[in-house]
Every structure is written in structure tokens, then in C-alpha cells.
């Protein structure tokens, strides 16, 4: 009986909501973009654009900028320009919180029209570009030129937003504050260099020695109580560390070998890189990482007050509105997880649960003219060119312009992990979950599920990815 209660209060809960859907048929849009002379004419358009964050962002800030700083002006000064050029409106929205609501799928499957537009940094996006209530972007080929790296990300990072043969999400990278923001790294508080006389660890990787040896020497180096005070030299999540360790030995979600996508931690580099981090962590410097998770609001803390040398964190820590260390902390780099044996000699990389601002068109929208709006509002803001954006980095946030260039090389080459996939938790999660199994034992007795996952999840996006972005993507680098 209670089933059927609950069947029925669904139906009605969506027939309620088909019938608030406003019955008006609109007119098609069509511009016929090969005889226009000018900017189109949008007839008053009304576009809305509404904008989740990892962190709740302040009233009157728009896009995550805070507002009354000169990127929220350049962001209304746009704002302003395209109204005028393009006769539209446009409304942007902040989200009540970090992620999309739950009853966004049930309420645009049911024909409602919600917003032309959302942007998140959320990986409960990727469910929702499986469920496909966003827009295709092959519709609208024509007006966004999603091939354009510099303006809406490489295929790494525009993966998540790839499904079935389609693609449904952007990244507009050229604004300030997305091009670096995302991907995890090492945070170091140069002061402790200083204090016990050590070299600047920018210099490892400058010089080329920058390796696991060199990271473990660190380990031991910066866990001391001869400061006046006990230091440990690594605070980390494990799972981030597990996951950057994999990433940074080739070892990615999925791999193709002999014709068949399988998964990439039950692989040769898969097994190394698990295996490093898991003695790493729990034999070799089991001592030098401090034993307690304060949880996401304290973690920061821990360096900031000097609890720990080093940090293991998501780089948006550094750009976010809520976090203090460029403010609180007098000196500080960054350095990246070191390549294993099976990337030795290629750029820095990671991985990424989320990319901030990841742009989508719901569908039950006007996508033609949405896209239009999205194509103008994304260019480079105002007096940010690279320059501009290079000299803001520097001013505000790094001390030294070899952290800029190397959380920009992090962010090019980093790698999605499909975390909402369930790709995490059969591997990684069981590693630090249970450590009275080898990671061998672990590896063993997940394959078969992993496996699973890779071909039901990961395969409907790996198999678009050549017809999208070329034939170089089954090469899986």
C-alpha cells in the first residue's frame, strides 16, 4: 500500500508540474548567420544563468566573483555591454547551496523550463549529463566552437560533460580565477624552509629532481618538534592522495588494451602507484602526516597555524572566497604530486572531482539564443587578457610566478575521476577503508566490479570522445 501511495504522489507531483509549464508554443528561433551583418537581434530574449559553487557565494556577487572587486565590475560591465548590443536581459542567479537540487531531472523531464543556463563546480552534475536534460552542443556547433581549447577547455577537462556521443558542457577558461582552479597539489609554508635552513622545494622542480624520494625526504625533514612547537610535515585526505598518485603513474579511470576499455588501476602502473601511496602513507612516513581529519573547515587551519608544513588540497582552496591562506600565511608554493616511473618526462597532472563553472543549457530552453548569449558573455573579460590574468595571480595569490606556470600546466593535463561513477569506491576508498588487506588483495577482489563500471559508465563517454575531439583521444594520454 505504501508503494502505491508513493507511485501515485509521484504522478501527481509531476502532472502538477507539466501543468504549470506554460502552454505558449514560442516561435522557433532561427538566424541564418550567413547573411548577418552585425550582432543578431535577440528581440528582448530573457536569459538566465544561475550558479552553483563548492562554496555558498555572498549576496550581490556574481559568478563566484565578490562583489565591489574590479572582476565582479568587469563581469556587470559585460553584462551590460551584450543587453545593449544583443537586446536581451540577462539574469544572473547564485544557488542556494554547493550543489544542484535533487528534483532538477524530474522537473525538466517533466517540460518545465527552469533556466537557459547553469554553471557548477559540483559532481553531481555528472549524473545529470547522463540522465540528458541538458542541452546537446552539437545543435549549436555553429555559434560555440567547442573545439576551442583556449576558450572552453581541452577534452581533459571538458570529459565529464561527454555522453553517449554527445557533449553538453563548457568551461570558460579564459575568464579569471577558472583557468588554474581546480585539481589538487602540495601547499607548502616556505617559512619552515627557512627556519630549519632548507633550499626552496620550488628548486626541485625547476632543476628536475622533484621525485617520490625527494617528497619522502621532505616527510622526514619537516616533521620535528625542534621549532619550539611539534610539526608534522603532511596533512592529506587519503583518498586525493591515492587518486593523484594514480594519475601521476598513467594510471587513469579506464585504458585500452588490446581493443577493450578496462580499468586503469588494475594495470601495471595502477598496481605501482597504489602501491607507493599505501606505504607511503601507512609504513614509510606513517609518522610524519598528522593523524587527525578536522574535516573540510579545519583542514586549512591545520597550516595556517602551523600544525603541518605541508597541505594536500584542491587548488580552489587557494582561490576561494572562504579560504584565508594567501591572506594568512606570509610565504607559501606549490609543488606537484611527482610523476611515477610510468610518466617520467611529461607534464605535471592530477585529478579533478569537480571543475569550477562548468557551463550547461538545461533543455526546455531557448538553446539557439542562449548559446549566442553564453558565446559573447565568455570572452575574456575586459583588462584580463593573459598578461592581466598572469600579474593578478601574482598579486593576489602566488609569490612567485614558477607556482602560476606550474598550477597552469596541473590544470591543462589533469584528468577527471569520475568519482560520481562509483570509480573511487571500489579501489581507493577500500584502501584506506581497510588496511589490513594488501593492495594486491584489494585489486583482486574489485576488478571484476570495476570493470563493470568502466563499461557501463566510463565507455558511453570514452567512445565519444574520438568522434568529438580526434582520434589522439584512444590514446589515453
Same mark, same amino acid.
Given at each position: 500500500?505504501?508503494?502505491?501511495?508513493?507511485?501515485?504522489?509521484?504522478?501527481?507531483?509531476?502532472?502538477?508540474?507539466?501543468?504549470?509549464? *506554460?502552454?505558449?508554443?514560442?516561435?522557433?528561433?532561427?538566424?541564418?548567420?550567413?547573411?548577418? =551583418?552585425?550582432?543578431?537581434?535577440?528581440?528582448?530574449?530573457?536569459?538566465?544563468?544561475?550558479?552553483?559553487?563548492?562554496?555558498?557565494?555572498?549576496?550581490?556577487?556574481?559568478?563566484?566573483?565578490?562583489?565591489?572587486?574590479?572582476?565582479?565590475?568587469?563581469?556587470?560591465?559585460?553584462?551590460?555591454?551584450?543587453?545593449?548590443?544583443?537586446?536581451?536581459?540577462?539574469?544572473?542567479?547564485?544557488?542556494?547551496?554547493?550543489?544542484?537540487?535533487?528534483?532538477?531531472?524530474?522537473?525538466?523531464?517533466?517540460?518545465?523550463?527552469?533556466?537557459?543556463?547553469?554553471?557548477?563546480?559540483?559532481?553531481?552534475?555528472?549524473?545529470?549529463?547522463?540522465?540528458?536534460?541538458?542541452?546537446?552542443?552539437?545543435?549549436?556547433?555553429?555559434?560555440?566552437?567547442?573545439?576551442?581549447?583556449?576558450?572552453?577547455?581541452?577534452?581533459?577537462?571538458?570529459?565529464?560533460?561527454?555522453?553517449?556521443?554527445?557533449?553538453?558542457?563548457?568551461?570558460?577558461?579564459?575568464?579569471?580565477?577558472?583557468?588554474?582552479?581546480?585539481?589538487?597539489?602540495?601547499?607548502?609554508?616556505?617559512?619552515? !624552509?627557512?627556519?630549519?635552513?632548507?633550499? =626552496?622545494?620550488?628548486?626541485?622542480?625547476?632543476?628536475?629532481?622533484?621525485?617520490?624520494?625527494?617528497?619522502?625526504?621532505?616527510?622526514?625533514?619537516?616533521?620535528?618538534?625542534?621549532?619550539?612547537?611539534?610539526?608534522?610535515?603532511?596533512?592529506?585526505?587519503?583518498?586525493?592522495?591515492?587518486?593523484?598518485?594514480?594519475?601521476?603513474?598513467?594510471?587513469?579511470?579506464?585504458?585500452?588494451?588490446?581493443?577493450?576499455?578496462?580499468?586503469?588501476?588494475?594495470?601495471?602502473?595502477?598496481?605501482?602507484?597504489?602501491?607507493?601511496? =599505501? *606505504?607511503?602513507?601507512?609504513?614509510?612516513?606513517?609518522?610524519?602526516?598528522?593523524?587527525?581529519?578536522?574535516?573540510? !573547515?579545519?583542514?586549512?587551519?591545520?597550516?595556517?597555524?602551523?600544525?603541518?608544513?605541508?597541505?594536500? =588540497?584542491?587548488?580552489?582552496?587557494?582561490?576561494?572566497?572562504?579560504?584565508?591562506?594567501?591572506?594568512?600565511?606570509?610565504?607559501?608554493?606549490?609543488?606537484?604530486?611527482? *610523476?611515477?616511473?610510468?610518466?617520467?618526462?611529461?607534464?605535471?597532472?592530477?585529478?579533478?572531482?569537480?571543475?569550477?563553472?562548468?557551463?550547461?543549457?538545461?533543455?526546455?530552453?531557448?538553446?539557439?539564443?542562449?548559446?549566442?548569449?553564453?558565446?559573447?558573455?565568455?570572452?575574456?573579460?575586459?583588462?584580463?587578457?593573459?598578461?592581466?590574468?598572469?600579474?593578478?595571480?601574482?598579486?593576489?595569490?602566488?609569490?612567485?610566478?614558477?607556482?602560476?606556470?606550474?598550477?597552469?600546466?596541473?590544470?591543462?593535463?589533469?584528468?577527471?575521476?569520475?568519482?560520481?561513477?562509483?570509480?573511487?569506491?571500489?579501489?581507493?576508498?577500500?584502501?584506506?577503508?581497510?588496511?589490513?588487506?594488501?593492495?594486491?588483495?584489494?585489486?583482486?577482489?574489485?576488478?571484476?566490479?570495476?570493470?563493470?563500471?568502466?563499461?557501463?559508465?566510463?565507455?558511453?563517454?570514452?567512445?565519444?570522445?574520438?568522434?568529438?575531439?580526434?582520434?589522439?583521444?584512444?590514446?589515453?594520454?
Amino acid at each position: 500500500m505504501k508503494r502505491f501511495i508513493s507511485l501515485l504522489f509521484i504522478i501527481l507531483f509531476l502532472f502538477s508540474v507539466s501543468c504549470a509549464v *506554460n502552454n505558449e508554443v514560442e516561435e522557433p528561433f532561427d538566424l541564418d548567420f550567413s547573411v548577418m =551583418d552585425g550582432p543578431p537581434n535577440l528581440d528582448g530574449f530573457e536569459f538566465t544563468i544561475r550558479f552553483y559553487d563548492h562554496f555558498v557565494p555572498e549576496d550581490g556577487s556574481l559568478f563566484g566573483y565578490k562583489q565591489s572587486t574590479e572582476f565582479n565590475d568587469a563581469v556587470l560591465k559585460r553584462i551590460s555591454d551584450i543587453e545593449t548590443d544583443l537586446n536581451c536581459e540577462i539574469t544572473p542567479l547564485n544557488a542556494p547551496g554547493a550543489h544542484p537540487e535533487g528534483t532538477i531531472t524530474q522537473i525538466l523531464m517533466a517540460g518545465q523550463h527552469l533556466w537557459d543556463c547553469i554553471q557548477s563546480s559540483s559532481w553531481d552534475i555528472r549524473p545529470l549529463v547522463e540522465n540528458k536534460v541538458f542541452e546537446p552542443l552539437s545543435q549549436v556547433s555553429d555559434i560555440i566552437n567547442y573545439n576551442d581549447s583556449e576558450k572552453w577547455g581541452n577534452w581533459r577537462l571538458l570529459e565529464q560533460g561527454v555522453w553517449d556521443g554527445e557533449i553538453y558542457g563548457l568551461v570558460p577558461v579564459k575568464w579569471p580565477d577558472v583557468s588554474v582552479s581546480s585539481g589538487y597539489v602540495f601547499v607548502f609554508n616556505e617559512k619552515m !624552509a627557512d627556519r630549519l635552513g632548507q633550499p =626552496d622545494p620550488r628548486e626541485y622542480v625547476e632543476n628536475g629532481s622533484w621525485s617520490r624520494e625527494k617528497l619522502g625526504e621532505m616527510m622526514i625533514t619537516y616533521t620535528t618538534d625542534s621549532l619550539g612547537f611539534p610539526l608534522k610535515a603532511l596533512f592529506t585526505y587519503e583518498g586525493h592522495f591515492y587518486d593523484s598518485a594514480l594519475r601521476a603513474n598513467n594510471a587513469q579511470a579506464y585504458k585500452l588494451v588490446d581493443g577493450e576499455y578496462i580499468s586503469g588501476y588494475h594495470t601495471p602502473e595502477g598496481l605501482d602507484a597504489l602501491t607507493w601511496a =599505501d *606505504n607511503f602513507l601507512h609504513v614509510d612516513y606513517k609518522d610524519c602526516t598528522y593523524p587527525e581529519d578536522p574535516g573540510d !573547515a579545519g583542514r586549512n587551519d591545520l597550516f595556517i597555524n602551523e600544525h603541518v608544513a605541508m597541505l594536500f =588540497d584542491p587548488i580552489i582552496e587557494i582561490y576561494s572566497s572562504n579560504s584565508n591562506i594567501p591572506f594568512e600565511v606570509e610565504n607559501f608554493c606549490i609543488l606537484p604530486m611527482p *610523476n611515477g616511473p610510468e610518466r617520467q618526462d611529461q607534464p605535471y597532472t592530477t585529478f579533478f572531482e569537480r571543475v569550477r563553472s562548468h557551463t550547461f543549457f538545461p533543455i526546455n530552453g531557448n538553446i539557439e539564443a542562449s548559446a549566442i548569449i553564453a558565446n559573447a558573455l565568455f570572452e575574456p573579460l575586459d583588462g584580463f587578457g593573459e598578461d592581466e590574468l598572469k600579474e593578478y595571480n601574482l598579486r593576489y595569490y602566488f609569490h612567485d610566478e614558477r607556482d602560476y606556470y606550474l598550477a597552469k600546466e596541473i590544470f591543462e593535463n589533469q584528468r577527471y575521476s569520475f568519482v560520481s561513477d562509483g570509480v573511487r569506491s571500489r579501489v581507493v576508498e577500500a584502501l584506506y577503508g581497510n588496511h589490513s588487506m594488501t593492495v594486491p588483495a584489494i585489486l583482486d577482489s574489485t576488478e571484476e566490479a570495476q570493470n563493470d563500471v568502466v563499461l557501463q559508465k566510463l565507455v558511453p563517454t570514452v567512445e565519444s570522445l574520438e568522434d568529438i575531439f580526434g582520434e589522439e583521444i584512444l590514446q589515453n594520454n
